[in-house]
């Protein structure tokens, strides 16, 4: 099978949720941040303010294009759909889930987070972020799961299920 790719805005539960499912599945977890982080041997912060988005934007599409043709669960970064052709790319992979959180939700959830620059910016700049996002996570998914009252479990089991009906 190819690839279980989970996407969705900062918060939404990517990376937990990847690491759960890649052991019920007993397949890999490739969360492209943490690849990132060990192949350029930078924090996320770092990059930015060294290189600026765009070359991590350009370090996460190499990553997807490559990871998407293994059996593995794959994790991304809320920006992922930040470029057109990581939309379209995403939206030909049969298994792309969307994992949909309220902006609320995620405020409770990334409360005094430092390690992501683009949630650590004024509130505004947040809002417009989640509001264009939420429009590209929608053109990038075949699937949407809406998380605000789901535990981890829950969502597990709600991609199993769909996985099953595939
Ligand atoms: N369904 C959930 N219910 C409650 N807390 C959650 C849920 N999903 C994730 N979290 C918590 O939210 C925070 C962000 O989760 P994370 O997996 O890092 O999100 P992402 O990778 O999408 O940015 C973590 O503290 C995690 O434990
Ligand atoms: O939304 C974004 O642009 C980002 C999300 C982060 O990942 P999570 O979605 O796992 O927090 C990380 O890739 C980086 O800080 C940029
Ligand atoms: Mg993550």
């Known amino acids: 099978m190819k690839s279980i790719v989970?996407?969705?805005f900062m918060g939404a539960g990517k990376t937990t949720v990847g690491q759960q499912l890649a052991a019920r599945l007993r397949i890999p977890l490739i969360d492209t941040?943490?690849?990132?982080?060990?192949?350029?041997?930078?924090?996320?912060?770092?990059?930015?303010?060294?290189?600026?988005?765009?070359?991590?934007?350009?370090?996460?599409?190499?990553?997807?294009k490559s990871v998407l043709k293994q059996n593995h669960v794959v994790s991304t970064g809320g920006g992922i759909v930040e470029l057109k052709q990581n939309r379209d790319f995403l939206k030909q992979h049969p298994y792309t889930f969307f994992l949909k959180t309220q902006?609320?939700?995620?405020?409770?959830?990334?409360?005094?987070?430092?390690?992501?620059?683009?949630?650590?910016?004024?509130?505004?700049?947040?809002?417009?972020?989640?509001?264009?996002?939420?429009?590209?996570?929608?053109?990038?998914?075949?699937?949407?799961?809406?998380?605000?009252?789901?535990?981890?479990e829950e969502i597990v089991h709600n991609i199993l299920t769909h996985l099953c009906y595939k």
């Open 6 to 8: 989970l996407i969705g």
């Open 33 to 64: 941040d943490e690849l990132i982080k060990k192949e350029t041997n930078l924090s996320i912060p770092k990059i930015f303010e060294l290189y600026g988005e765009s070359h991590f934007r350009k370090l996460e599409s190499e990553m997807l």
């Open 103 to 152: 902006l609320t939700t995620i405020f409770n959830r990334l409360d005094g987070d430092q390690n992501r620059p683009l949630w650590n910016q004024p509130y505004i700049k947040r809002l417009e972020l989640f509001n264009k996002r939420q429009v590209y996570y929608e053109e990038a998914s075949n699937v949407t799961i809406e998380t605000d009252q789901l535990t981890v």
